[in-house]
């Protein structure tokens, strides 16, 4: 739920907005306490929030050293992270970030390693001579040969490695000196400025918030076809433009299920199109006309009947609050209801997703990624007489097995769940996984 | 893990290869078979004046040949030989045509001189993945597991000795122990995993031994079950001790996460359409009349001082047979490169082949 919307709320506005005029240790403070108090929510909200509080930390940190960047901003990544560790989408901007210094200093390692191949050849420190034998031999092919191959060597083959040379050994996962695969690059010194291109990298990927939900809405007429009965959860912004999409090309009918105690009033407002008031939400959704206005018919029920009309449903579509790398999902107490339902009539379950909310956690524990909410909203309090006697939850969120997930759309297409992991080693460091 | 089966008559050369295979494998009993066959086939380049790269490759895929022919499950084998040889040629193809007989000598010091190395690494491996693996061994769970698996046992007792970690975790173990019956040569031995039984409850770890025909009684008390593999294939899948398959789908029944442990040196250009398409030879349903069994006692008693005719005998509770685990079964690999999807391995081995 968004928190009540004054002009002097704290949240992401008032953020970015302090963001230009505030010390940047102040506005690492800010954040973090805003995300503790969860005034900052939505998986978006938080994620624009890090993007933009990196960029400053990157321009402010005055260094053009890639070990002192990435040292930097894993320690505010890592107060980020502890402020509130169910918001996944925090760590995974961080990782994307600290992935793109890591690609520009290795780019720059690969520029100039030509020019110092024959400093570079004893320092990986192996007191072996056979290794030092053929170390040098692959440093000098690497330094004469055509750039593929030396990619080639920059990025080992993984089931190589017990044959290859020992470079596996002193870069071990998540420690900052072992910055590129073959654990040279602290040594090098940097001959150009990578924080400028880090910065373009990181408005990149605030363009791609920005840019997100309709990417995926493209997709939208691929998988909605005219007459379907389409089953929906929550008010998730994701999964109204993509309805609204296929809305303006063709006719089908919604099942929205209202998914009370946390998001009802949220629901009720999307299905009936009356302003959202959600200043959270940066971007020009508030305007944009609902469902019902482009005629097609929605039909909002409570979260108790969605078995029921399961059998008449033709294809379930879900937003998501994060993705784990298993190709499970975290997202609003409900999801698992209606995804085992839909299974029990083997209806396809689909997820949308941007590929910012795909974390490359494994979920060794789906009970800690569980947040508990505000009870009073299953019971108010001035129910005294109930409230003394009875233990009420309410849980936020819940874990969705990758079994009961048939595909996944993210902002790249359409994935199979047992596909993710391709997409998130294409997205993070191995590195950085536990950084 | 494969049985001490020298057959030194066989030799077609003077440096046998099965020999120094089975060798390596009785020597070090934390040996893994891909690793031995790396090791084999290095002691055979050691052993061979070899210069250029065909006759190289050449001696090469004949020997892991015999080998492959010699030994009655190849799967684990061969992926060690299988990496041996794509590493070659991948290292022999890398520096393109520049002066290919100075490499060649240059790559052939660095196999020759870092056997040792190969060794070594294939046994930190089993700490990285333990590293990897320790997350899915929480506190107060209780993990069923089967097998004499060296990666399993090592990741079990770095869980439970994490001195250097935040405190250890306070875990039980079902251990499935397959009855030590069907090895008629020596039936006083005890069971595979005995050992681990024993280091895991010298650690303070509370442990469970049933036989196999106790899991799908004892699974609903576990919390995750922990198997190892012997190969792993490219669907996905594990070639592993027998039982481990049943093993697979009671924990798919009861809804409990099934892990795999496994090596990345393990993965295997294998792709078994099930259970009866592995490519060896095991006769686990030997169907017989009582006429059969009859002819074949009488054959025993004839034969009984030639040690030649045993292996038929033994076929009926073979103690080295393995079955395939199908990939759905399977919730995720922890191998040293990372906690892998299944659909993960068949990219780590096409990035070899291809």
Same mark, same amino acid.
């Given at each position: 739920?968004?928190?009540?919307?004054?002009?002097?709320?704290?949240?992401?506005?008032?953020?970015?907005?302090?963001?230009?005029?505030?010390?940047?240790?102040?506005?690492?403070?800010?954040?973090?306490?805003?995300?503790?108090?969860?005034?900052?929510?939505?998986s978006r909200?938080c994620a624009?929030?890090?993007?933009?509080?990196?960029?400053?930390?990157?321009?402010?940190?005055?260094?053009?050293?890639?070990?002192?960047?990435?040292?930097?901003?894993?320690?505010?990544?890592?107060?980020?992270i502890?402020?509130q560790p169910r918001e996944m989408v925090v760590g995974n901007i961080v990782r994307r970030?600290?992935?793109?210094?890591?690609?520009?200093?290795?780019?720059?390692?690969?520029?100039?390693?030509?020019?110092?191949?024959?400093?570079?050849?004893?320092?990986?420190?192996?007191?072996?001579?056979?290794?030092?034998?053929?170390?040098?031999?692959?440093?000098?092919?690497?330094?004469?040969?055509?750039?593929?191959?030396?990619?080639?060597?920059?990025?080992?083959?993984?089931?190589?490695?017990?044959?290859?040379?020992?470079?596996?050994?002193?870069?071990?996962p998540?420690?900052?000196?072992?910055?590129?695969?073959?654990?040279?690059?602290?040594?090098?010194?940097?001959?150009?400025?990578?924080?400028?291109?880090?910065?373009?990298?990181?408005?990149?990927?605030?363009?791609?918030?920005?840019?997100?939900?309709?990417?995926?809405?493209?997709?939208?007429?691929?998988?909605?076809?005219?007459?379907?009965?389409?089953?929906?959860?929550?008010?998730s912004?994701t999964?109204?433009?993509?309805?609204?999409?296929?809305?303006?090309?063709?006719?089908?009918?919604?099942?929205?299920?209202?998914?009370?105690?946390?998001?009802?009033?949220?629901?009720?407002?999307?299905?009936?199109?009356?302003?959202?008031?959600?200043?959270?939400?940066?971007?020009?959704?508030?305007?944009?006309?609902?469902?019902?206005?482009?005629?097609?018919?929605?039909?909002?029920?409570?979260?108790?009947?969605?078995?029921?009309?399961?059998?008449?449903?033709?294809?379930?579509?879900l937003g998501t609050h994060s993705v784990l790398a298993n190709g499970g999902l975290v997202a609003s107490a409900?999801t698992r209801?209606?995804a085992r339902?839909?299974?029990?009539?083997?209806?396809?379950v689909v997820v949308v997703s941007g590929v910012y909310k795909l974390s490359p956690v494994y979920p060794f524990d789906f009970d800690s990624l569980i947040e508990?909410?505000?009870?009073?909203?299953?019971?108010?309090?001035?129910?005294?007489?109930?409230?003394?006697?009875?233990?009420?939850?309410?849980p936020l969120y819940d874990y969705v097995p990758a079994e009961l997930v048939d595909l996944y759309i993210t902002n790249l297409?359409?994935h199979a769940p047992s596909y993710l992991y391709r997409i998130v080693s294409d997205h993070y460091r191995k590195?950085d996984i536990n950084f | 893990?494969?049985?001490?089966?020298?057959?030194?008559?066989?030799?077609?050369?003077?440096?046998?290869?099965?020999?120094?295979?089975?060798?390596?494998?009785?020597?070090?009993?934390?040996?893994?078979?891909?690793?031995?066959? #790396?090791?084999?086939?290095?002691?055979?380049?050691?052993?061979?004046?070899?210069?250029?790269?065909?006759?190289?490759?050449?001696?090469?895929?004949?020997?892991?040949?015999?080998?492959?022919?010699?030994?009655?499950?190849?799967?684990?084998?061969?992926?060690?030989?299988?990496?041996?040889?794509?590493?070659?040629?991948?290292?022999?193809?890398?520096?393109?045509?520049?002066?290919?007989?100075?490499?060649?000598?240059? #790559? =052939?010091?660095?196999?020759?001189?870092?056997?040792?190395?190969?060794?070594?690494?294939?046994?930190?491996?089993?700490?990285?993945?333990?590293?990897f693996g =320790?997350g899915f061994?929480r506190?107060?769970?209780?993990?069923?597991?089967?097998?004499?698996?060296?990666?399993?046992?090592?990741?079990?007792?770095?869980?439970?000795?994490?001195?250097?970690?935040?405190?250890? &975790? =306070?875990?039980?173990?079902?251990?499935?122990?397959?009855?030590?019956?069907?090895?008629?040569?020596?039936?006083?031995?005890?069971?595979?995993?005995?050992?681990?039984?024993?280091?895991?409850?010298?650690?303070?770890?509370?442990?469970?031994?049933?036989?196999?025909?106790?899991?799908?009684?004892?699974?609903?008390?576990?919390?995750v079950? #922990?198997?190892?593999?012997?190969?792993?294939?490219?669907?996905?899948?594990?070639?592993?001790?027998?039982?481990?398959?049943?093993?697979?789908?009671?924990?798919?029944?009861?809804g409990?996460p099934f892990y795999?442990?496994?090596?990345?040196?393990?993965?295997?250009?294998?792709?078994?359409?099930?259970?009866?398409?592995?490519?060896?030879?095991?006769?686990?349903?030997?169907?017989?009349?009582?006429?059969?069994?009859?002819?074949?006692?009488?054959?025993?008693?004839?034969?009984?001082?030639?040690?030649?005719?045993?292996?038929?005998?033994?076929?009926?509770?073979?103690?080295?047979?393995?079955?395939?685990?199908?990939?759905?079964?399977i919730s995720a690999l922890i191998?040293?490169?990372g906690v892998l999807t299944p659909s993960a &391995?068949?990219?780590?081995? #096409?990035?070899?082949?291809?």
């Amino acid at each position: 739920m968004p928190p009540p919307s004054a002009p002097l709320t704290p949240g992401l506005a008032s953020f970015l907005k302090s963001l230009k005029i505030n010390p940047i240790d102040t506005s690492i403070d800010n954040l973090i306490s805003l995300l503790k108090r969860r005034q900052i929510r939505h998986s978006r909200s938080c994620a624009t929030a890090t993007a933009y509080l990196l960029r400053s930390v990157i321009s402010a940190c005055r260094t053009s050293d890639a070990s002192k960047l990435i040292e930097r901003v894993q320690s505010v990544g890592r107060r980020l992270i502890a402020a509130q560790p169910r918001e996944m989408v925090v760590g995974n901007i961080v990782r994307r970030v600290l992935g793109l210094i890591r690609d520009e200093a290795e780019d720059d390692r690969d520029g100039d390693f030509s020019l110092s191949e024959a400093g570079s050849e004893s320092l990986p420190q192996t007191p072996r001579a056979g290794d030092d034998l053929s170390e040098s031999l692959y440093g000098r092919h690497d330094g004469s040969a055509s750039k593929p191959l030396s990619s080639l060597a920059a990025h080992p083959i993984s089931m190589f490695s017990l044959l290859s040379q020992p470079e596996s050994e002193n870069s071990l996962p998540g420690s900052p000196a072992s910055a590129s695969p073959s654990g040279r690059l602290p040594a090098h010194p940097q001959n150009k400025d990578i924080r400028a291109e880090v910065l373009d990298g990181i408005n990149e990927i605030i363009d791609e918030l920005g840019q997100v939900d309709d990417q995926i809405a493209a997709y939208a007429l691929d998988h909605i076809h005219s007459n379907e009965i389409i089953l929906t959860h929550t008010s998730s912004t994701t999964v109204q433009k993509f309805l609204l999409k296929a809305a303006a090309k063709r006719k089908f009918t919604v099942i929205h299920a209202e998914s009370y105690p946390n998001n009802h009033e949220a629901t009720h407002a999307t299905v009936s199109g009356t302003a959202p008031n959600d200043d959270e939400l940066l971007s020009t959704e508030s305007f944009q006309k609902p469902l019902i206005a482009h005629g097609i018919t929605v039909i909002l029920i409570p979260d108790s009947a969605v078995f029921a009309l399961m059998s008449r449903v033709n294809k379930v579509i879900l937003g998501t609050h994060s993705v784990l790398a298993n190709g499970g999902l975290v997202a609003s107490a409900g999801t698992r209801v209606i995804a085992r339902a839909a299974k029990v009539h083997q209806t396809p379950v689909v997820v949308v997703s941007g590929v910012y909310k795909l974390s490359p956690v494994y979920p060794f524990d789906f009970d800690s990624l569980i947040e508990y909410g505000d009870s009073s909203k299953v019971i108010g309090y001035e129910d005294g007489d109930l409230v003394e006697q009875i233990d009420v939850q309410n849980p936020l969120y819940d874990y969705v097995p990758a079994e009961l997930v048939d595909l996944y759309i993210t902002n790249l297409g359409g994935h199979a769940p047992s596909y993710l992991y391709r997409i998130v080693s294409d997205h993070y460091r191995k590195e950085d996984i536990n950084f | 893990m494969a049985t001490a089966d020298p057959r030194t008559s066989k030799a077609s050369e003077p440096f046998d290869i099965v020999a120094t295979y089975n060798d390596l494998l009785r020597s070090d009993p934390d040996l893994t078979m891909p690793i031995a066959a #790396i090791e084999a086939l290095v002691l055979l380049l050691t052993h061979s004046p070899s210069s250029t790269i065909s006759e190289t490759l050449d001696l090469l895929e004949k020997s892991t040949a015999h080998l492959k022919k010699s030994i009655p499950n190849p799967i684990g084998l061969s992926a060690g030989t299988d990496l041996f040889q794509r590493y070659l040629i991948t290292t022999l193809q890398r520096p393109g045509q520049l002066g290919p007989a100075g490499d060649f000598n240059a #790559i =052939r010091a660095h196999l020759l001189s870092n056997s040792r190395l190969f060794i070594r690494r294939a046994k930190e491996s089993r700490d990285k993945i333990a590293a990897f693996g =320790r997350g899915f061994v929480r506190d107060g769970s209780t993990v069923l597991t089967n097998g004499g698996s060296r990666v399993v046992a090592s990741l079990l007792q770095q869980a439970a000795d994490e001195k250097g970690g935040p405190s250890a &975790v =306070r875990f039980n173990v079902i251990y499935v122990l397959s009855s030590p019956k069907g090895d008629i040569e020596s039936p006083t031995a005890e069971p595979e995993g005995m050992e681990t039984v024993r280091a895991l409850r010298a650690k303070g770890v509370p442990v469970a031994t049933i036989p196999e025909s106790a899991v799908a009684y004892s699974l609903g008390k576990a919390d995750v079950v #922990i198997v190892g593999a012997e190969g792993v294939v490219e669907n996905g899948g594990i070639v592993s001790r027998m039982g481990t398959y049943q093993i697979g789908l009671l924990a798919k029944a009861m809804g409990k996460p099934f892990y795999v442990v496994a090596e990345s040196h393990k993965f295997v250009r294998v792709y078994p359409l099930g259970q009866y398409d592995l490519p060896i030879e095991q006769h686990v349903i030997d169907f017989k009349t009582q006429e059969e069994v009859d002819t074949a006692k009488q054959q025993q008693s004839n034969s009984a001082n030639s040690p030649g005719t045993t292996q038929g005998l033994n076929s009926e509770f073979h103690p080295d047979a393995v079955d395939f685990t199908p990939p759905h079964l399977i919730s995720a690999l922890i191998t040293d490169s990372g906690v892998l999807t299944p659909s993960a &391995v068949s990219e780590e081995l #096409i990035k070899i082949w291809f």
